[in-house]
């Protein structure tokens, strides 16, 4: 990585250069057979310029020291430039009366070209450094993180892009992005659903229908006019819900010097979201934030024709027999588009398992990025598909991009809370969102069915 020093004298060397050519160009010393190299090189030298002031700008993010450093450096920056502007223009008037004499003994430039070529010069001459995205990212997510730790007050946390006032701070898009792209990973609903983001609390529909089409062979005339097709038709909203989840950082690790309070923040907020957001899109039976449309409750039931006990000898070929007619119950439609979710307890059977030839029924299938395929389809796996005992082996197989879900644009906010863990010298941390996800088909088209080994058909005789 370069240092100031290094950055400053290619700085200065450039502007030199820039200069010099600026010079030449007001004394009418610029051939037209040169014009192209000369071009050329002043757009170079004009990225060099900014690149390096950018440079320069970023360093300025290491530390107090530094950036009142940046500062300086640009302010001297345009006191250079206010004197090669004054220099130039001198030197213009003086010479002023001898370029039309220049010009008749030369092919020179147009003076388009000639301003044209100036204006480039100009703007590199006065080029002052921007934060890369990365850089001003860094920032906010810093002051972000100081200000719910109480390092920086609520108007620094502003003048340095955090929304922040009555008691709750909005968590800035480069951290909810990085949240959600964690929950992407740990909550496979939203590695491989729909997901809808809205402005505002408003309600998404997601439109379920069937209708039939009709055929005729022959010209319609006045007695055969087009029948009305019958269509079945439903209309799901997607209603964000109030969402909240609660992390808590000991007053000691904020204390501790040293310890990037950001990172530990938050990983915390991470955590603590994605646990609650998993349980809420795969179960759904939180207390008072029942999601009628989760997972486990929306799946189609699919119970065994036969009874299969794992712990019996033999059990892997009638779980086989169950798993191929599982895959049979989607319509063509999905079956296209489907694959398999599994808990732990499944995987571990399945990699234990072969086919009828002896070769093992889990194959690791490395082309697309998933590590599983199973009667194939692609498979995942997660704990958040467990069932009341997470011993007992669960499947579900469909096409998960019928589970839709809609996040509210700028929702996400934090709330600390000091005084209700003052006790037990921690801060808390509450997150607050708009957030629904809810699994959506048509009832002709059944999109994900769920099977439990050995849970039994409540509505079988004798069951």
């Known amino acids: 990585m370069k240092t100031r020093k ?21 004394k009418n010393e610029v051939r037209a ?6 071009q050329v090189e002043v757009q170079e030298l004009a990225t060099a310029a900014q690149d390096i002031a950018d440079s320069l700008a970023e360093l300025g993010d290491g530390g107090e020291g530094e950036e009142g450093e940046g500062e300086g450096s640009d302010s001297g920056d345009g006191e250079n430039r206010d004197d090669d502007q004054g220099e130039g223009d001198e030197g213009g008037e003086e010479r002023g009366g001898g370029e039309q004499g220049q010009g008749e003994e030369r092919a020179s430039i147009s003076a388009e070209q000639r301003d044209g070529i100036m204006s480039a010069i100009g703007q590199g001459l006065s080029t002052r450094g921007h934060k890369s995205t990365k850089a001003k990212e ?62 505002g609390n408003v309600k998404y529909p997601v439109l379920v229908k069937k209708a039939d089409a009709n055929v005729n062979k022959k010209e319609r005339g006045n007695g055969n006019e087009i029948p009305e097709t019958s269509i079945e038709f439903d209309e799901i909203l997607l209603d964000p819900a109030e969402f909240d989840a609660l992390a808590t950082v000991t007053k000691k690790l904020i204390k501790m010097s040293g310890v990037n ?3 530990i923040v938050i990983e915390e907020l991470k955590k603590a979201y994605v646990r609650k957001e998993t349980n809420y899109m795969f179960n759904g039976d939180d207390s008072g934030n029942e999601n009628p449309g989760a997972l486990a409750k929306k799946a189609v039931k699919y119970y065994e024709s036969t009874p299969v006990d794992v712990n019996a000898a033999g059990y892997s070929q009638s779980l086989y027999s169950q798993l191929v007619k599982l895959k049979g119950q989607p319509v063509t439609e999905v079956l296209k588009k489907s694959m398999w979710i599994v808990n732990r307890a499944a ?21 697309d990025g998933v590590g599983y395929k199973l009667l194939g389809h692609k498979l995942d796996f997660t ?6 005992d997470p011993t007992k082996p669960v499947f579900y197989f469909g096409d998960f991009k019928a589970f839709h879900i809609q996040d509210v644009i700028g929702a996400m906010e934090l709330q600390k809370l000091i005084e209700k863990y003052a006790g037990t010298n921690k801060v808390g941390f509450q997150i607050y969102n708009l957030l629904d996800g809810q699994l959506v088909y048509s009832p002709f088209e059944p999109a994900v069915y769920r099977y439990e080994v050995g849970q039994a058909d409540p509505n079988a005789g004798g069951a």
């Not at 290094?6 to 007001?26: A, C, H, I």
């Not at 057979?33 to 000369?38: A, H, K, N, R, T």
């Open 138 to 199: 860094k920032e906010v997510r810093s002051a972000f993180a100081n200000f719910v730790v109480g390092k920086i007050t609520e108007a620094e946390a502003r003048s340095l892009g955090v929304e922040a006032g009555n008691g709750s701070v909005t968590i800035p898009e480069v951290i909810a992005s990085e949240i959600i792209t964690y929950a992407q990973e740990e909550n496979l609903l939203r590695k491989y659903g729909s997901r809808h983001r809205t402005n």
């Open 261 to 263: 309070v950001e990172d």
């Open 33 to 38: 057979e040169d014009l192209e190299s000369v």
């Open 383 to 388: 704990d958040a598909a467990n069932g009341t």
């Open 6 to 26: 290094l950055l400053l004298e290619m700085q200065k060397r450039n502007k030199q250069r820039l200069t010099e050519l600026r010079t030449k160009l007001e």
């Open 347 to 367: 995987l571990t059977i399945l990699e234990d398992m072969t086919d009828t030839t002896g070769r093992p029924l889990l194959h690791q299938d490395a082309t």
